[in-house]
């Protein structure tokens, strides 16, 4: 079973950053994609930025220029900078991942981190 832990959520204002970071753990698995998600109250979950195992990198419209995704493989963890935070990236913000176990792929999520962003 593999688990991811995410941590570095929290209120600020606007203008200021936060670093997020999410670890996977388990045993006998190989993280494909790594990223982050986020959902606002009232609406759906979107992604805000996706890192591949190769480094390749997306993002939403609207973090481009202001967050940034990385990757440590070897602490199986990845990391959301994110700066100039606005009032609209107030979010719980997920951390998810495809991981192969075996022979099969599966989607993973965390347990979800709240962001808030005051004005």
């Known amino acids: 079973q593999v688990q991811l832990v995410e941590s570095g959520g929290g209120l600020v204002q606007a203008g200021e950053s936060l670093r997020l970071s999410c670890v996977a753990s388990?045993?006998?698995?190989?993280?494909?994609?790594m990223g982050w998600y986020r959902q606002a109250p009232g609406d759906q979950r979107d992604l805000v930025a996706h890192i591949s195992s190769g480094g390749s990198t997306k993002f939403a419209d609207s973090v481009k220029g202001r967050f940034t995704i990385s990757r440590d493989n070897a602490k199986n963890t990845v990391y959301l900078e994110m700066n100039s935070l606005k009032p609209e990236d107030t979010a719980i913000y997920y951390c998810?991942?495809?991981?192969?176990?075996?022979?099969?792929?599966?989607?993973?999520w965390g347990q979800g981190t709240q962001v808030t962003v005051s004005s």
């Open positions: 998810n991942a495809d991981i192969t176990v075996g022979e099969y792929e599966y989607d993973y």
């Open positions: 388990g045993s006998d698995f190989t993280i494909n994609r």
